[in-house]
């Protein structure tokens, strides 16, 4: 039954005559493209101090390149880094990189970053158990092993592995910008 619901899921979720293997080159050729415009880093450097702002690398902050980080802020990793199951509220923009590869043209997808109407986005970090967590994926929360919070500002490459757990079936890549916060609770 659990086999029946992937594979229902992974075909629906592609374009008639185009496989899940093809949607995934388009992935990786999307990413792959993006990236080139910029440096690319592909360990953490040992000393967890990245380059920051709008000219820094992106960094492969996991082993099998499903998200890639660019720095903007670091925000203080030593006196104020994220903790286990502390809810964290995030702001973001996310793009299509794989409509970006098609057109040339990076617009918002979905974007909470200048809408203070909208409802608070957060996650209950490395708690996935809880659906607030898992919703968001993993990669919008692995900066945070890296960085601090309040301040930490991020551009992301994340890959549909790493993305929304609603949309992974989709196999679409995004960049997002990412900012976040403790709660003032």
Sequence with gaps: MVCAMLATLTLASCSEGESYS????????????????????N??????????????????????????????????RLNDPARTGEAIYFRFTRSDLNQWYSTGILDAYQSNEDDMSA??????????TLPSSS???YGIQLPLEFIGVEGSEVNLVVKSTYGFTS?????????FHVRYFHSRI
Aim: net charge negative; charged share 20%.
């Design 22 to 41: 093809d949607r995934l080159n388009a992935e990786r050729n999307s990413c792959n493209a993006y990236l080139s415009n910029y440096r690319v880093v």
């Design 43 to 76: 360990e953490i450097p040992a000393d967890t101090v990245f380059e920051t702002g709008k000219d820094a690398p992106f960094y492969r902050i996991d082993p099998d390149g499903q998200v890639y980080m660019q720095v903007i802020s670091a925000g203080d």
């Design 119 to 128: 409802s608070p986005t957060y996650f209950n970090y490395k708690d996935y």
């Design 135 to 137: 919703a968001w994926g």
């Design 167 to 175: 949309e992974i079936s989709y196999v679409m890549p995004y960049l």
